[in-house]
Protein backbone atom coordinates (compact mmCIF):
# COMPACT_ATOMS: atom_id res chain seq x y z
CA UNK A 1 0.00 0.00 0.00
CA UNK A 2 1.07 3.40 -0.73
CA UNK A 3 0.45 6.05 1.17
CA UNK A 4 0.60 9.55 0.60
CA UNK A 5 0.79 11.82 4.11
CA UNK A 6 -1.80 15.00 3.91
CA UNK A 7 -0.77 17.88 6.09
CA UNK A 8 -3.22 18.67 8.14
CA UNK A 9 -0.83 22.19 9.31
CA UNK A 10 2.55 22.88 8.02
CA UNK A 11 4.58 21.60 11.08
CA UNK A 12 3.19 17.80 10.29
CA UNK A 13 5.90 17.87 7.57
CA UNK A 14 8.52 17.17 10.30
CA UNK A 15 6.35 14.02 11.21
CA UNK A 16 5.44 12.58 7.70
CA UNK A 17 8.00 9.69 7.63
CA UNK A 18 7.18 6.47 6.68
CA UNK A 19 4.61 7.97 4.13
CA UNK A 20 5.17 7.22 0.54
CA UNK A 21 4.91 10.74 -0.51
CA UNK A 22 3.28 13.85 1.04
CA UNK A 23 0.32 15.93 0.28
CA UNK A 24 0.36 19.30 1.01
CA UNK A 25 -2.88 21.39 0.87
CA UNK A 26 -2.32 24.90 0.62
CA UNK A 27 -5.61 25.85 2.24
CA UNK A 28 -4.17 24.21 5.56
CA UNK A 29 -0.87 25.12 5.26
CA UNK A 30 -1.25 29.01 4.94
CA UNK A 31 -1.08 29.13 1.23
CA UNK A 32 3.00 28.19 1.28
CA UNK A 33 4.56 24.99 0.84
CA UNK A 34 6.84 23.73 3.96
CA UNK A 35 10.18 21.86 3.47
CA UNK A 36 9.11 18.04 2.34
CA UNK A 37 11.36 15.27 1.90
CA UNK A 38 11.29 13.02 -1.12
CA UNK A 39 7.92 12.75 -3.42
CA UNK A 40 5.41 15.84 -3.00
CA UNK A 41 1.93 16.45 -4.25
CA UNK A 42 0.95 20.66 -3.92
CA UNK A 43 -2.93 20.72 -3.74
CA UNK A 44 -4.59 23.36 -4.67
CA UNK A 45 -8.41 24.88 -3.56
CA UNK A 46 -9.00 27.82 -5.71
CA UNK A 47 -6.87 28.91 -8.61
CA UNK A 48 -3.65 27.75 -9.58
CA UNK A 49 -0.89 29.93 -8.70
CA UNK A 50 2.19 28.39 -9.63
CA UNK A 51 4.74 30.92 -7.71
CA UNK A 52 3.63 29.81 -4.67
CA UNK A 53 5.70 26.70 -5.83
CA UNK A 54 9.19 26.47 -4.17
CA UNK A 55 12.23 27.20 -6.79
CA UNK A 56 12.85 23.84 -9.15
CA UNK A 57 9.78 21.88 -7.19
CA UNK A 58 9.42 18.61 -8.97
CA UNK A 59 6.25 17.49 -7.70
CA UNK A 60 2.74 16.83 -8.62
CA UNK A 61 -0.10 19.48 -8.43
CA UNK A 62 -3.69 18.67 -7.56
CA UNK A 63 -5.60 21.66 -9.68
CA UNK A 64 -9.09 20.19 -8.67
CA UNK A 65 -11.18 21.13 -11.44
CA UNK A 66 -9.78 24.67 -12.43
CA UNK A 67 -8.35 25.40 -15.77
CA UNK A 68 -5.30 23.56 -17.06
CA UNK A 69 -1.74 25.66 -16.31
CA UNK A 70 1.02 25.98 -18.80
CA UNK A 71 3.80 23.41 -16.96
CA UNK A 72 5.60 20.31 -17.49
CA UNK A 73 4.87 19.50 -14.16
CA UNK A 74 2.66 16.21 -13.45
CA UNK A 75 -0.61 17.24 -12.82
CA UNK A 76 -3.52 15.41 -11.17
CA UNK A 77 -7.39 16.49 -11.78
CA UNK A 78 -9.53 15.89 -9.09
CA UNK A 79 -13.14 15.98 -8.71
CA UNK A 80 -14.84 16.21 -4.93
CA UNK A 81 -18.64 15.41 -4.79
CA UNK A 82 -19.80 16.55 -1.08
CA UNK A 83 -23.14 15.50 -1.99
CA UNK A 84 -23.34 11.55 -2.68
CA UNK A 85 -21.83 9.05 -4.97
CA UNK A 86 -23.04 8.63 -8.72
CA UNK A 87 -23.24 5.39 -10.05
CA UNK A 88 -20.15 3.53 -11.62
CA UNK A 89 -20.44 4.70 -15.18
CA UNK A 90 -20.94 8.22 -14.30
CA UNK A 91 -17.71 7.90 -12.12
CA UNK A 92 -15.81 6.05 -14.69
CA UNK A 93 -16.42 8.69 -17.28
CA UNK A 94 -15.69 11.52 -15.42
CA UNK A 95 -12.06 9.93 -14.19
CA UNK A 96 -11.24 8.50 -18.11
CA UNK A 97 -12.75 11.70 -19.59
CA UNK A 98 -9.52 13.63 -17.91
CA UNK A 99 -7.56 15.47 -20.45
CA UNK A 100 -4.77 12.82 -22.00
CA UNK A 101 -1.71 14.63 -21.14
CA UNK A 102 -3.53 14.79 -17.04
CA UNK A 103 -1.10 12.22 -15.47
CA UNK A 104 -3.24 11.41 -12.52
CA UNK A 105 -6.90 11.36 -12.23
CA UNK A 106 -8.62 11.38 -8.50
CA UNK A 107 -12.59 10.92 -7.32
CA UNK A 108 -13.42 11.49 -3.92
CA UNK A 109 -17.26 10.57 -3.35
CA UNK A 110 -19.67 11.45 -0.21
CA UNK A 111 -20.67 7.53 0.84
CA UNK A 112 -23.83 7.05 2.81
CA UNK A 113 -24.83 3.43 1.62
CA UNK A 114 -23.45 0.07 0.65
CA UNK A 115 -24.98 1.04 -3.05
CA UNK A 116 -22.48 3.94 -2.83
CA UNK A 117 -19.45 1.15 -2.03
CA UNK A 118 -21.07 -1.23 -4.62
CA UNK A 119 -20.27 1.88 -7.08
CA UNK A 120 -16.87 2.60 -6.34
CA UNK A 121 -16.05 -1.24 -6.49
CA UNK A 122 -17.55 -1.41 -9.75
CA UNK A 123 -16.04 2.05 -11.34
CA UNK A 124 -12.69 1.00 -10.00
CA UNK A 125 -12.47 -1.84 -12.59
CA UNK A 126 -13.55 0.52 -15.33
CA UNK A 127 -11.39 3.18 -15.06
CA UNK A 128 -8.85 2.82 -18.06
CA UNK A 129 -5.73 5.12 -16.57
CA UNK A 130 -3.65 5.78 -13.99
CA UNK A 131 -6.10 6.89 -11.02
CA UNK A 132 -7.03 7.64 -7.10
CA UNK A 133 -10.52 6.98 -5.94
CA UNK A 134 -12.10 6.79 -2.50
CA UNK A 135 -15.47 7.33 -0.61
CA UNK A 136 -15.77 10.10 1.87
CA UNK A 137 -16.86 9.89 5.52
CA UNK A 138 -16.95 6.72 8.24
CA UNK A 139 -19.24 4.83 5.56
CA UNK A 140 -16.49 4.84 3.03
CA UNK A 141 -13.59 4.30 5.36
CA UNK A 142 -13.30 0.98 4.07
CA UNK A 143 -11.94 2.19 0.54
CA UNK A 144 -8.95 3.85 2.04
CA UNK A 145 -8.09 0.59 3.12
CA UNK A 146 -8.40 -1.28 -0.25
CA UNK A 147 -5.41 0.58 -2.32
CA UNK A 148 -4.95 -2.33 -4.44
CA UNK A 149 -8.69 -3.86 -4.68
CA UNK A 150 -9.67 -0.50 -6.04
CA UNK A 151 -6.51 0.09 -8.27
CA UNK A 152 -5.13 3.23 -6.45
CA UNK A 153 -1.68 4.35 -7.19
CA UNK A 154 -1.99 5.09 -3.55
CA UNK A 155 -4.20 6.45 -0.61
CA UNK A 156 -4.44 9.17 1.82
CA UNK A 157 -3.33 9.61 5.47
CA UNK A 158 -3.34 11.65 8.08
CA UNK A 159 -0.12 12.91 10.60
CA UNK A 160 -1.34 14.60 13.44
CA UNK A 161 -4.88 15.09 12.87
CA UNK A 162 -7.60 14.30 10.08
CA UNK A 163 -7.80 16.68 7.12
CA UNK A 164 -10.93 14.81 5.66
CA UNK A 165 -13.55 12.34 7.03
CA UNK A 166 -12.59 8.75 7.41
CA UNK A 167 -9.40 9.08 6.91
CA UNK A 168 -6.57 6.88 8.74
CA UNK A 169 -3.35 7.83 10.14
CA UNK A 170 -0.27 6.74 7.88
CA UNK A 171 1.49 4.65 10.62
CA UNK A 172 -2.70 3.04 11.16
CA UNK A 173 -2.43 2.47 7.32
CA UNK A 174 1.32 1.11 6.79
CA UNK A 175 0.67 -1.34 10.03
CA UNK A 176 -2.73 -2.55 8.23
CA UNK A 177 -1.42 -3.30 4.72
CA UNK A 178 -3.51 -3.92 1.49
CA UNK A 179 -4.69 -7.56 2.99
CA UNK A 180 -5.61 -6.28 6.32
CA UNK A 181 -9.00 -8.07 8.05
CA UNK A 182 -11.67 -5.85 8.01
CA UNK A 183 -14.77 -6.14 9.97
CA UNK A 184 -17.05 -3.70 10.94
CA UNK A 185 -20.77 -3.48 13.08
CA UNK A 186 -23.83 -2.65 10.19
CA UNK A 187 -27.23 -1.11 11.95
CA UNK A 188 -28.77 2.31 12.80
CA UNK A 189 -27.65 3.70 14.57
CA UNK A 190 -24.32 2.52 15.49
CA UNK A 191 -22.37 5.89 17.20
CA UNK A 192 -22.55 4.88 20.83
CA UNK A 193 -21.25 1.25 19.75
CA UNK A 194 -18.47 0.21 21.72
CA UNK A 195 -17.67 -2.58 19.52
CA UNK A 196 -14.76 -0.60 17.72
CA UNK A 197 -12.90 -0.58 20.79
CA UNK A 198 -13.39 -4.00 21.97
CA UNK A 199 -12.76 -5.37 18.37
CA UNK A 200 -9.62 -2.98 17.43
CA UNK A 201 -8.30 -3.85 21.01
CA UNK A 202 -8.18 -7.66 19.99
CA UNK A 203 -6.79 -7.37 16.75
CA UNK A 204 -3.68 -5.31 18.68
CA UNK A 205 -3.69 -8.29 21.17
CA UNK A 206 -3.73 -11.25 18.57
CA UNK A 207 -0.95 -9.28 16.50
CA UNK A 208 -3.60 -9.47 13.30
CA UNK A 209 -3.44 -6.82 11.21
CA UNK A 210 -6.89 -5.64 11.30
CA UNK A 211 -9.62 -3.31 11.78
CA UNK A 212 -13.38 -2.91 12.80
CA UNK A 213 -15.44 -0.32 11.61
CA UNK A 214 -19.15 1.32 11.86
CA UNK A 215 -21.85 1.14 8.64
CA UNK A 216 -24.37 3.31 9.71
CA UNK A 217 -26.94 1.95 7.25
CA UNK A 218 -30.65 3.52 6.31
CA UNK A 219 -30.63 0.26 3.97
CA UNK A 220 -29.22 -3.05 3.84
CA UNK A 221 -29.30 -2.95 -0.38
CA UNK A 222 -25.94 -3.81 -1.34
CA UNK A 223 -24.57 -5.55 1.30
CA UNK A 224 -23.41 -8.75 0.20
CA UNK A 225 -22.05 -6.93 -2.56
CA UNK A 226 -19.82 -5.08 -0.38
CA UNK A 227 -18.84 -8.01 1.75
CA UNK A 228 -17.79 -10.05 -0.95
CA UNK A 229 -16.17 -6.74 -3.44
CA UNK A 230 -14.06 -5.13 -0.37
CA UNK A 231 -12.99 -8.59 1.02
CA UNK A 232 -14.79 -8.31 3.99
CA UNK A 233 -13.67 -11.24 7.06
CA UNK A 234 -17.16 -10.62 8.18
CA UNK A 235 -19.75 -7.96 9.91
CA UNK A 236 -21.36 -7.99 12.83
CA UNK A 237 -25.96 -7.05 12.84
CA UNK A 238 -27.77 -4.87 15.42
CA UNK A 239 -30.47 -3.22 15.38
CA UNK A 240 -32.75 -3.02 13.13
CA UNK A 241 -31.16 -5.89 10.48
CA UNK A 242 -30.73 -8.95 12.88
CA UNK A 243 -33.90 -9.97 10.75
CA UNK A 244 -33.49 -8.35 7.65
CA UNK A 245 -30.03 -9.59 7.20
CA UNK A 246 -31.24 -13.32 6.60
CA UNK A 247 -32.38 -13.08 2.90
CA UNK A 248 -28.75 -11.78 2.51
CA UNK A 249 -26.75 -14.87 3.00
CA UNK A 250 -26.03 -17.77 1.65
CA UNK A 251 -26.58 -20.20 4.65
CA UNK A 252 -27.34 -19.56 8.68
CA UNK A 253 -26.53 -22.16 11.29
CA UNK A 254 -29.28 -23.97 13.00
CA UNK A 255 -29.33 -21.98 15.92
CA UNK A 256 -29.63 -18.67 13.86
CA UNK A 257 -32.27 -20.55 11.77
CA UNK A 258 -34.20 -21.20 14.80
CA UNK A 259 -33.94 -18.06 16.20
CA UNK A 260 -34.90 -16.02 13.22
CA UNK A 261 -31.93 -13.64 13.52
CA UNK A 262 -28.17 -13.09 13.35
CA UNK A 263 -26.04 -11.03 14.56
CA UNK A 264 -22.78 -12.46 13.02
CA UNK A 265 -21.62 -12.64 9.06
CA UNK A 266 -18.75 -14.38 8.17
CA UNK A 267 -17.35 -14.10 5.10
CA UNK A 268 -15.55 -17.74 3.77
CA UNK A 269 -14.50 -17.21 0.36
CA UNK A 270 -17.55 -15.27 -1.01
CA UNK A 271 -19.90 -17.43 0.91
CA UNK A 272 -21.67 -15.56 3.54
CA UNK A 273 -22.96 -17.12 6.58
CA UNK A 274 -24.77 -16.40 9.40
CA UNK A 275 -24.31 -17.24 13.01
CA UNK A 276 -26.09 -15.65 16.39
CA UNK A 277 -23.32 -15.08 19.13
CA UNK A 278 -25.86 -13.06 20.66
CA UNK A 279 -26.28 -16.75 22.67
CA UNK A 280 -23.10 -16.44 23.99
CA UNK A 281 -23.51 -12.88 25.19
CA UNK A 282 -26.31 -14.01 27.11
CA UNK A 283 -24.80 -17.13 28.82
CA UNK A 284 -22.21 -15.15 29.82
CA UNK A 285 -24.17 -12.15 31.63
CA UNK A 286 -25.94 -14.43 33.51
CA UNK A 287 -23.22 -16.98 34.71
CA UNK A 288 -20.87 -13.68 35.43
CA UNK A 289 -24.08 -12.56 37.69
CA UNK A 290 -24.46 -15.91 39.09
CA UNK A 291 -28.06 -16.33 37.81
CA UNK A 292 -28.09 -20.01 36.47
CA UNK A 293 -30.65 -20.73 33.69
CA UNK A 294 -32.46 -24.04 34.80
CA UNK A 295 -36.11 -25.77 34.53
CA UNK A 296 -38.66 -24.20 36.12
CA UNK A 297 -36.69 -20.55 36.42
CA UNK A 298 -39.39 -17.98 35.31
CA UNK A 299 -38.22 -15.05 32.80
CA UNK A 300 -39.64 -11.98 31.67
CA UNK A 301 -38.64 -10.49 28.60
CA UNK A 302 -39.60 -7.32 27.45
CA UNK A 303 -38.92 -6.94 23.98
CA UNK A 304 -39.89 -8.86 20.45
CA UNK A 305 -36.70 -7.95 18.20
CA UNK A 306 -33.59 -9.84 17.37
CA UNK A 307 -31.76 -9.94 20.67
CA UNK A 308 -35.13 -10.56 22.17
CA UNK A 309 -35.62 -14.10 19.91
CA UNK A 310 -32.31 -14.74 21.12
CA UNK A 311 -32.87 -14.60 24.27
CA UNK A 312 -36.27 -16.49 24.68
CA UNK A 313 -34.23 -19.20 22.49
CA UNK A 314 -31.33 -19.73 25.16
CA UNK A 315 -33.79 -19.44 28.19
CA UNK A 316 -36.05 -21.97 26.74
CA UNK A 317 -32.79 -24.60 25.96
CA UNK A 318 -32.38 -24.20 29.75
CA UNK A 319 -36.33 -24.98 29.95
CA UNK A 320 -36.93 -22.27 32.04
CA UNK A 321 -40.78 -20.41 31.36
CA UNK A 322 -40.47 -17.48 29.29
CA UNK A 323 -43.20 -14.64 28.99
CA UNK A 324 -42.72 -12.32 26.04
CA UNK A 325 -44.03 -8.36 27.07
CA UNK A 326 -43.48 -6.13 23.93
CA UNK A 327 -45.19 -3.14 22.57
CA UNK A 328 -45.60 -4.94 19.16
CA UNK A 329 -48.75 -7.25 19.97
CA UNK A 330 -47.81 -9.19 16.07
CA UNK A 331 -43.79 -9.60 16.50
CA UNK A 332 -44.39 -10.38 20.45
CA UNK A 333 -47.01 -13.13 19.42
CA UNK A 334 -45.18 -14.51 16.12
CA UNK A 335 -41.74 -14.96 18.75
CA UNK A 336 -44.19 -16.81 21.19
CA UNK A 337 -45.27 -19.14 18.24
CA UNK A 338 -41.78 -19.71 16.84
CA UNK A 339 -39.92 -19.91 19.85
CA UNK A 340 -42.52 -21.67 22.72
CA UNK A 341 -43.16 -18.96 25.52
CA UNK A 342 -45.98 -17.13 26.75
CA UNK A 343 -46.77 -13.45 25.83
CA UNK A 344 -48.50 -10.38 27.36
CA UNK A 345 -49.45 -6.89 27.04
CA UNK A 346 -47.89 -4.13 28.40
CA UNK A 347 -50.53 -3.47 30.81
CA UNK A 348 -50.69 -7.31 32.13
CA UNK A 349 -47.27 -7.63 32.86
CA UNK A 350 -45.91 -7.48 36.36
CA UNK A 351 -42.30 -7.80 36.84
CA UNK A 352 -42.43 -8.67 40.42
CA UNK A 353 -43.42 -12.39 39.64
CA UNK A 354 -40.18 -13.62 37.96
CA UNK A 355 -36.75 -14.87 39.09
CA UNK A 356 -34.97 -12.90 35.75
CA UNK A 357 -36.25 -9.76 33.99
CA UNK A 358 -34.35 -9.40 30.49
CA UNK A 359 -34.54 -5.73 28.97
CA UNK A 360 -34.11 -6.19 25.02
CA UNK A 361 -35.56 -3.12 24.41
CA UNK A 362 -33.20 -0.21 23.53
CA UNK A 363 -34.62 1.83 26.21
CA UNK A 364 -31.83 3.85 27.85
CA UNK A 365 -29.79 4.27 24.88
CA UNK A 366 -31.41 4.81 21.60
CA UNK A 367 -34.94 5.35 22.56
CA UNK A 368 -37.29 6.68 26.22
CA UNK A 369 -40.57 5.86 27.18
CA UNK A 370 -42.20 3.39 29.41
CA UNK A 371 -40.86 -0.36 29.67
CA UNK A 372 -43.56 -2.38 28.51
CA UNK A 373 -44.46 -4.10 31.78
CA UNK A 374 -45.15 -2.68 34.82
CA UNK A 375 -40.96 -2.93 37.21
CA UNK A 376 -42.44 -1.75 40.66
CA UNK A 377 -42.65 -4.53 41.89
CA UNK A 378 -38.74 -5.45 41.42
CA UNK A 379 -37.46 -6.98 44.68
CA UNK A 380 -34.30 -8.77 46.12
CA UNK A 381 -33.75 -12.29 45.05
CA UNK A 382 -34.53 -11.32 41.19
CA UNK A 383 -31.99 -11.00 38.66
CA UNK A 384 -31.92 -8.18 36.30
CA UNK A 385 -29.96 -8.25 32.51
CA UNK A 386 -30.31 -5.06 30.60
CA UNK A 387 -28.72 -5.34 27.01
CA UNK A 388 -28.44 -1.84 26.86
CA UNK A 389 -24.74 -0.63 27.97
CA UNK A 390 -22.49 2.00 28.45
CA UNK A 391 -25.13 4.03 31.09
CA UNK A 392 -27.32 3.39 33.98
CA UNK A 393 -30.58 2.69 32.31
CA UNK A 394 -33.81 3.73 34.72
CA UNK A 395 -34.24 0.10 34.46
CA UNK A 396 -30.98 -0.33 36.00
CA UNK A 397 -31.30 2.39 38.82
CA UNK A 398 -34.98 0.66 40.15
CA UNK A 399 -32.63 -2.51 40.08
CA UNK A 400 -30.65 -1.68 42.25
CA UNK A 401 -32.65 0.14 44.34
CA UNK A 402 -34.59 -2.83 44.77
CA UNK A 403 -31.23 -4.85 45.86
CA UNK A 404 -31.77 -6.87 42.64
CA UNK A 405 -28.61 -8.87 41.36
CA UNK A 406 -27.42 -6.82 37.96
CA UNK A 407 -26.60 -9.03 35.32
CA UNK A 408 -24.34 -6.53 33.22
CA UNK A 409 -25.00 -5.81 29.38
CA UNK A 410 -21.22 -4.95 28.93
CA UNK A 411 -20.81 -8.74 29.41
CA UNK A 412 -23.15 -9.69 27.08
CA UNK A 413 -21.33 -7.21 24.62
CA UNK A 414 -18.52 -9.30 25.29
CA UNK A 415 -19.56 -12.02 25.13
CA UNK A 416 -20.91 -12.33 21.66
CA UNK A 417 -18.09 -10.31 20.97
CA UNK A 418 -15.15 -12.46 21.54
CA UNK A 419 -17.75 -15.39 19.89
CA UNK A 420 -17.64 -13.50 16.75
CA UNK A 421 -14.00 -12.84 16.94
CA UNK A 422 -13.03 -16.36 17.23
CA UNK A 423 -15.46 -17.39 14.36
CA UNK A 424 -13.94 -14.31 12.11
CA UNK A 425 -10.02 -15.36 12.78
CA UNK A 426 -9.88 -18.45 14.54
CA UNK A 427 -8.53 -16.61 17.67
CA UNK A 428 -10.54 -17.52 20.87
CA UNK A 429 -10.22 -16.02 24.58
CA UNK A 430 -10.20 -12.45 23.89
CA UNK A 431 -12.54 -11.60 26.75
CA UNK A 432 -10.60 -9.60 28.80
CA UNK A 433 -8.61 -8.13 26.56
CA UNK A 434 -12.56 -7.06 25.41
CA UNK A 435 -13.90 -6.31 28.32
CA UNK A 436 -10.85 -3.90 29.67
CA UNK A 437 -11.11 -1.43 26.52
CA UNK A 438 -14.61 -0.81 27.16
CA UNK A 439 -14.25 -0.08 31.00
Not at 271 to 284: A, C, K, P, Q
Request: proline share 5%; with cysteine; hydrophobic share 40%.
Amino acid sequence: MRVCASLGVAADALAAGGADLTEVRLDLTGGRVPPVTGETLVTYRGPVDLNVLPAGYRGLIDIGEEPLPKTDLRIVRSHHDYEGTPAADTIAARLNGAEPFVYLTKGAYTVQSFRDLDSIFKASQQIERRHVLFGMGEFGAVTRLRTGLLKNEFSFGYVSTPTAPGQFSVKQMKELGDDCFITGIVGRPVAKSLSPAMHNAAFAAAHIPGIYLRFAAESLDGIAEVIREYGLTGVNVTVPYKQQIIPYLDRVTADAETIGAVNTVINNRDRLSGENTDIVGILTALRRAGFAPAAGKKVLVLGSGGAARACVYVLRQHSCRVTVAARNAVTAEKLAQDLGSETLTPAAAKADDYDLVVNCTPIGMYGNGPYPADLSGLHAGQTVLDMVYGSTTPLVQQAQAAGCRIASGQDMLVGQGAASFELWTGIGKMDQVMREAIQ
